[in-house]
Each structure stands twice: as structure tokens, then as C-alpha cells.
């Protein structure tokens, strides 16, 4: 099991203010049942690619990290996917804070 300490946490507050800030979400999706993918699209740098974000709740491998790699979109979301979808699609991330 990992332990998250202040230091992990500041560790990827900075990477994610230094990544996603300005950035749109796109989609939300669930591929499984502990994970969550938020597309998103940096619309400020041209030449900046997509990018997700992947939020893993899954208690044996939890981790929150920015990729590039396609994950499958399913059509059954969780309740809670929905609230996510309904609440922050095609908003725009202002900061990070801890």
C-alpha cells in the first residue's frame, strides 16, 4: 500500500498546476468500475495535444497521473460519473490547490 503524504500530494499539485491549468474538459468517462478518465484539451498552446487526466480509486493501486493513452469508452457510467459529466464537461480548469 502507498502512503500519501504532503510531500506526494504538493509533489503532483505542482505537475497538475503546471499541466492542466487553462485546460478544457472534454468527456468524462468510466472505463472500469474504480477509474476515471477526463479528456482534456489545452486550447491556449496550439501545438499541445489532448491530454487525460486518470483518477484510479481502486484501493490496492490508487494514483492520480496525466497520460496520452487511449483507455475504452464505455457506455455504463456510475451515478457519480454522471454528477461529474453533468458538472464539469466542457468547463475549464483555473487552479490547482491542495
Known amino acids: 500500500m502507498i502512503i500519501i503524504d504532503n510531500i506526494l500530494v504538493n509533489g ?13 474538459i472534454e468527456k468524462i468517462y468510466q472505463p472500469e468500475k474504480d477509474l476515471f478518465v477526463f479528456n482534456t484539451w ?7 495535444r489532448s491530454q487525460k487526466l486518470i483518477i484510479s480509486m481502486n484501493p490496492n ?16 457510467h456510475s451515478t457519480f460519473c454522471l454528477h ?4 464539469l464537461e466542457s468547463g475549464t ?5 491542495q
Do not use: G, P
Not at 489545452?42 to 499541445?48: A, D, E, H, W
Not at 461529474?84 to 458538472?87: E, N, Q, S
Open 12 to 24: 503532483l499539485k505542482k505537475e497538475f498546476a503546471h499541466k492542466l491549468v487553462n485546460v478544457r
Open 42 to 48: 489545452n486550447n491556449i498552446v496550439s501545438n499541445q
Open 61 to 76: 493501486t490508487y494514483r492520480a497521473c496525466i497520460t496520452s493513452k487511449d483507455y475504452k469508452v464505455t457506455s455504463q
Open 84 to 87: 461529474l459529466k453533468k458538472a
Open 93 to 97: 480548469i483555473i487552479s490547482v490547490k
